[in-house]
């Protein structure tokens, strides 16, 4: 009898020979009232599984690897059967690998799968990531650009997503941070109410605060109250202040920050300063202060 460990090590590496053989020859014996029983690896007892979560394993381990012949394979002859969705971490594989051919055999066997994002959680929460999102965290603005051909919608479930919040947060340099935030901007991803200037204050990033200002961000970017976003109400520029950014700061005092916006602890941008230790932006922030008092 073959180990699970067998069958999803045959997956990964595309034999798709050994695959078919042990679906023609050994399955009718294993498989009994929709579970089917193999042997485990490390004690060599049997594991009875359904059959459906057997094959969705399967499914998502030869997406994983980019063996879209073996997805094929599993989709047709066994899993089609069963009335159900391609599973999301095959769609979502898709996606991080920016492969357009497992792509194009997703959409073959169901259309609408561009629209498809990551199931809400035990309780009904929402996860978050949409298929926009996993191929921008790993770079493939092709597969976007498929996406969108499809009619995806880059702003799926926003401001709770936000794919330019989503790429300021992101561990990359500010170069390719602002290419990708461009290129999310030319495909109409909106920038007011996203948080992502308020974020990029808070990750340093000078460039990309200028750029989503001049397209359209409040330049004190609290967001709305019915969002829980910002619930701690910080403006950018008390979290500028905070950082001790003084670049970023001295950008939102010229441009109309407000001074005296007080978050949700009462704090402002000069006693954020003062507070973090950064007793020259306080300076800074006080002295445009009394240029507005005159």
Known sequence: MVELVTLTTWCSQGN???????????LPEVLKDGQIQLHTADSGTRQTISFNHFLTRLLNTASEAGRVEVFEYLWDGFMKQQNVQVPWETVKSAARQGSLRLAEAIRQREPGFSAREEPKGPRGSRLGNTQVKVALLHGN????????????????????????????????????????????????ALVKGSGALRESARTGRFDAVQFLHKHGADIDDIGDESTNLNSSRQSALIIAATGGNEQITRYLLQHGASINYQDQSGQTAQLAAERNGHLKLAEIIASNDSKEST
């Open 16 to 26: 798709l020979q050994d695959i078919e053989e042990f679906f023609t020859k050994e």
């Open 141 to 188: 603005l092709h597969y976007i650009d498929y996406l969108l051909g499809l009619g995806a919608d880059i702003n799926e479930n926003f401001p709770e997503q936000s794919p330019i919040r989503a790429t300021v947060r992101a561990d990359i340099d500010d170069d390719i941070a602002m290419q990708r935030i461009c290129f999310l901007v030319e495909r109409g």
